[in-house]
């Protein structure tokens, strides 16, 4: 049987700001820090779901654009794929999180990211840096 996929979206803003999302549920999780996304629906394509995502739990519509890393580790029998993102139109507001953050340089280890999303954002904070 094939992996799930999840898709997130790590939403960079000008000067460097990226996007975390407080999460709601479930209780093993709450409170922790992570990218917006979620499922990939059957018949539906990675990016479709990002966009997806991004409208229902946040809102906006964001442009994707390049992937970053390959296939992240998640829990038994998932896998996490992740999208640079920048906004096109609104402004996020936590529909389905406790609490959203903008983080800029210096300031993107001030939550306590879920164990998952914590090595990509060391990868978006290198990647990053050289632009």
Sequence with gaps: ?????????????PGGRVLA???AEPASLAGGWEFP?????????????????????LGVQVAVGARVGG????SEG???????????????EAKEHLSLRWL???????????????????TVENLLQRD
């Design 71 to 74: 296939d992240w580790p998640l």
């Design 37 to 57: 996304g979620g499922k990939v629906d059957p018949g539906e394509s990675e990016v479709a779901a990002l966009v997806r995502e991004c409208r229902e739990e």
């Design 104 to 122: 800029g340089p210096g300031e993107y280890y001030d939550v306590e990211w879920l164990a998952g999303d914590l090595p990509i954002m060391k």
């Design 21 to 23: 999302a407080q999460r």
């Design 1 to 13: 049987m094939s992996a799930i996929v999840v898709v997130a979206a790590v939403i960079v803003a």
């Design 78 to 92: 998932y896998v996490l794929r992740v999208w640079l993102c920048s906004l096109a139109s609104g402004t996020p």
